[in-house]
Structures are given as structure tokens and as C-alpha cells.
């Protein structure tokens, strides 16, 4: 897995953070989406969908957000992230 190219290696802390908060709520959503059936059972179809839609609005922002300090496209962002996500939080 390459890493991601900074504009301003200064910046390299907040991108890795930011990268943080994107696998935390791709992973998230991933998790809801497993667990599909146990949860519109607990929760209903609406909560389940709003749930889903949540952590997916905040991984799509963040990964937004690390566009900006990276040389990579929002494409390579998301790829690299996600990978990391299913390295480290969902094959865990």
C-alpha cells in the first residue's frame, strides 16, 4: 500500500488523522451493513438506513477533506483508505 502524497509534509499528522476518522466511519458503516437484518430488527428499516447513511456522509466528507491536502485524486483517497480500513479495523 503506497501512502498518500502531501502537499506540505508539515501537514502530514491532520492527513493521518483525517485518514483515522475516514476508516473509522467506513468501517462503521461496513459493520451496520453486516449486521443488516439484526439491526432493522432492533432498530426498523428507516433507523437502519439513517445509521448507514451517517457514517457514509461522514467518510465521503473526510475523505473530501483529505483531497485537499493531498496531491492524490479523491479516487486514490478513497482506495487507499478503505484498504487501510479493512487492514487494520475490519479483518482484525
Known sequence: ???LNAYNE???REIEMMVGKAMCAFAN???IKRNAKKNI???GHEEYRVAVQACMSEYEATV???GMFVKDSLY???AYVVERAEEELLNA
Open 10 to 12: 508539515a501537514n502530514a
Open 64 to 66: 473530501r477533506c483529505i
Open 29 to 31: 458503516a461496513e459493520s
Open 41 to 43: 430488527e432492533e432498530y
Open 76 to 78: 486514490a483517497i478513497q
Open 1 to 3: 500500500m503506497k501512502n
